[in-house]
């Protein structure tokens, strides 16, 4: 089960052990005022003060209390969150000499504290004014105490330890080391001058110490930060930094997030209790969550007048197996939530259809004038510990114009709005040439060091195909975003990391190919073009496999890129070295270029098995095979073999990858124009790994591709056994497009599958 903060009851229940000097003030007495030039409300009552802040400038809400206080007694202040919304701080105000302090920025329920001794070198009694502050339009914050106290209790600590455990627990006053763990990453944070050594190390608790790559130094933010990745669910880890003279610097335990959560109340969607819009501002706890499904068999519909559900100022709400179609111009809404998850659902037949305007720039627009944009099947806005898994994502009512007019604007699977601690994965996002993704997933706020996923975010095991731009834009803040174990396919671009504002980001092992618009042209495979980036910031390209009609990779003067053990077998591998010199790439096989461009770089043909059969295992006679370097957790290999590529010679790796023991003999099926005037079959055998496995399955494909037929549509997956699958074209749909692009999935009750993709041409 997932570790995370207290619940309510817990938290209000805290014992602080007092001294003669402390002073707590949990709000029973008078004394808090709201400041008349911040409009908003204040409620004060024992163990519980909230502010909120109204819809008008300047944007916060400030409540206060003044203090005599030993500071050489209680150097600490404490401050308690339970709930909140949007974000909030706490300014202290010593009264002689005035001075005025930003002593915590609070951006999670908790336990904060700052050392005004060691912070603002406060000594003697002192009059301290408390300023508590709600930040965001119609955004709250409940405190439920203060405390100057002489140290931290032992109840303090414990909390303050579950924070952490829970990835909840941000870069305090007193802690110069946070960490940040997911399901299966963990990011750290470690406030320090530059050293002439420092090194992380990891291990699960108790077992053998690992390597960590070696994390930058962010200059500007006076910080190394990093992750470690290729972690066990649900497991105790350690993590260890160590200095010059191997000095221990920081350490700390962590446990990564469990799949599975506590359940205490179940909600069954059906005709009596859904009209076509459910609101949901609900507060579960970490020990029981509350559920919502739907009864066998009922679609979700609304008349897109509405989004189908609304998710505002929720926690611990998950939303699992539900079908819907409709909404506008979302389908789900998730904002400023704490832990929500979408789990197995089926969302098609949103947004707003209009009217493309050729003699404006190539847009659709509505009736209104306005241009179709970011219509979104699942918003995410401003949320923490989000987590979209196993969804099928698919026909939106509109499409996306190409760059042949202007920028692409229209829909998208996913829109990311400055989250944080945020998880897509094996998720099934599937565009097509009727119902173009403009990005498969889009993000807000390009260039904002907060923007698109902003920190702590994990990009897994998805498909995603068929957008007119990227398929997914990590742009903005990248501060510990790991894209790792995707296949993404038929998109202008593959993954954009332009707007790289904090870094470091992550992309590696992934398989991006056969990129192209509606109209076939291929961008770039990796994007980074356009646009500022932060000082410091770096990006590192691990261990892809790239291939197709696209240029790979174009290194930029202002961002640092490290790109090593990647095979680029696109048009063009590698462009912009003469404008890049800070950036770093070796040990890549380029298909393209000039001998000698890279020290340990091979210029050849990588040699796959089969590309038109979606099979990008290297030959054994690949040039690809040991010609990598061992990267310390991300390709460690194994006596340093190391092959290039997402893909090595002889592993049973499957990309995208799903935790199922089902493969394909193939993943691609191509029809040439013949095939299409007679109907022609091909067929794809699943095979069943493992012991004991057995699910029911169906096959599923959009709406837009009604120009082939699968059989069996549905059956049983057994371990031992084979299923066999028969692809038919349909004669006479195949006859208005030069190519055919669609795909299908072999998808599984709880909403793992495995796709094929299918091209005709004509």
Known sequence: ???????????????????????????????????????????????????????????????????????????????????????????????RPFEKKVALTINSPGLYAVDMHKRFGWKGVQQIQVCLYASGDEESITFDYVTFASALTAADQTRIKEQKAAGNYKLKALEPFA????????????????????????????????????????????????????????????????GEADTTLAQESFRTWSSTVPVAKTIVLDETNFDGHLTIGEAGTADGWIKVTAKPGFVLRNDRTTPLISLYKARFVLLEGLTLRGGLKDAIQIKRCTHVRVANCDIAGWGRIGTQRFDLDGKFYTDSGHAINWDTAILISRSVGTVVERCYVHDPVSTANSWYYSHPSGPQAVGIDKPRSTVLRYNDFIGSDRHRWNDGVEGSGNFHVDGGFNRDADIYGNLICFANDDAVEIDGGQTNVRVFDNKFEGCLCGVSIQGCMSSPSYVFRNLLVNMGDERGVGGQTIKTSAGPNGKSAVSYIFNNTCYGPSGDLRLVHNLRIVAKNNVFAGKVAIRGREKSHQSECDYNLLSTGEEGVEAHGILAAP????????????????????????????????????????????????????????????????????????????????????????????????????????TPGEGMLESGKKVRFTVTLLPGKVTQRPVYRGAFLIRLANGYSRGVMVYAKT
């Open 179 to 242: 960490v940040v763990p997911l399901f299966q990453s963990c990011s750290y944070y470690f406030k320090s001058a530059k050293r002439e050594a420092l090194s992380v190390q990891f291990r699960k608790e108790g077992g053998k110490w690992q390597r960590a790559f070696q994390p930058p130094f962010i200059k500007e933010d006076a910080m190394y930060r990093g992750s470690i990745v290729d972690l066990k669910e649900d497991t105790a880890y350690e993590l260890w930094i160590v």
């Open 1 to 95: 089960m997932q570790r995370t903060i207290p619940s309510l009851i817990a938290v209000l229940a805290l014992a602080i052990t007092t001294s003669s000097a402390q002073i707590t003030d949990d709000f029973s007495q008078k004394g808090w005022e709201l400041s008349p030039g911040t409009p908003g409300t204040l409620s004060c009552e024992k163990g519980a003060l909230t502010i909120e802040d109204k819809a008008a400038p300047p944007g916060y809400a400030t409540a206060s209390k003044t203090f005599t206080v030993d500071t050489d007694t209680c150097p600490l202040f404490l401050v308690s969150v339970t709930q909140m919304s949007g974000n909030g701080s706490v300014k202290l105000i010593r009264m």
């Open 607 to 710: 040699k796959f098995v089969d590309p038109s059969r979606a099979l990008f295992e290297l030959q054994d006679d690949s040039p690809a095979i040991g010609a990598g370097i061992p990267i310390d957790n991300f390709a460690p290999g194994p006596n340093g073999h190391v092959d290039l590529g997402a893909l090595p010679h002889g592993a049973k790796r499957i990309l995208p990858r799903r935790p199922i023991p089902v493969s394909l003999d193939v993943s691609q099926l191509s029809f040439s124009a013949e095939d299409g005037q007679a109907g022609t079959t091909a067929t794809v055998t699943a095979v069943v790994g493992g012991k004991g496995f057995s699910s029911p399955f169906t096959t599923r494909q959009n709406d837009a591709f009604d120009w082939f037929r699968v």
